[in-house]
Structures are given as C-alpha cells and as structure tokens.
C-alpha cells in the first residue's frame, strides 16, 4: 500500500515561513499529482494547491497564490510546500494527498492521504 507522511508544521508568528513536506512510498509513486489540503477546527477541509509529478505544473487556492509554493522531488518522491508571510488564519492542520488525475483540486478526487501536520500562526 502506498503510504503519505507529512513534516514541517509547527509554531510561527505571523509574517514568517514554514516549509512542509510530503515523502510518498509504495503505489503511490503511479500518482499523477500530488496536493495539499488544510483544515482549520470547524471548518471543511479545503483545497490549497497541487503539482503533477511528470512536468511540475501547479494550481493554487486564491488564498495562497503569491504567498505558498508547491514543489516536488522525483528522485526523492517528495513533494513541499513553501509558505511565507504567513498568518493567523492559515492555522491549520495540513495534509497531503496523491491523486491519479492530472491537477485535480477536489477532495473526492484524491484517493490517499497523509495524516496530517499541524501549522500554527501566532499573531
């Protein structure tokens, strides 16, 4: 089975920059993309950004355009997520997920899943 683990989160202040990152084993290296999800307490989980493994294309939430960089690894079947000038209601708990299709940006659309790395902005 494949298998996402996510790392990175943490504690920052508002203003400053977390990296996470996402290292896929197993089946999940077939995956056309990969994303990245969050979920703030109460609230839905909602799309943040995504890449295709083969050509590195990227989508972005409006939310964090500008702001939040997407990237991958191949060689280390990694994918990243680079957050700056972050702020208080980025606090979240953010997951990973590997899809079969090409830039999805629908939770239905991503059939495995980390579990989760909490990022917490202070204000």
């Known amino acids: 089975q494949g298998q996402l683990v996510e790392s990175g989160g943490g504690l920052v202040q508002a203003g400053g920059s977390l990296r996470l990152s996402c290292a896929a084993s197993?089946?999940?290296?077939?995956?056309?993309?990969m994303g990245w999800f969050r979920q703030a307490p109460g609230k839905e989980r909602e799309f943040v950004s995504v890449?295709?493994?083969?050509?590195?294309?990227?989508s972005y939430a409006d939310a964090v355009k500008g702001r939040f960089t997407i990237s991958r690894d191949n060689g280390k079947s990694t994918a990243y997520l680079q957050m700056n000038s972050l702020k208080p209601e980025n606090t979240a708990v953010y997951y990973c997920?590997?899809?079969?299709?090409?830039?999805?940006?629908?939770?239905?659309?991503?059939?495995?899943w980390g579990q989760g790395t909490q990022v917490t902005v202070s204000s």
């Open positions: 997920a590997a899809s079969f299709f090409r830039l999805p940006s629908r939770r239905a659309d991503f059939g495995s």
């Open positions: 890449i295709n493994w083969s050509d590195g294309t990227t």
């Open positions: 197993g089946r999940t290296f077939s995956r056309h993309a």
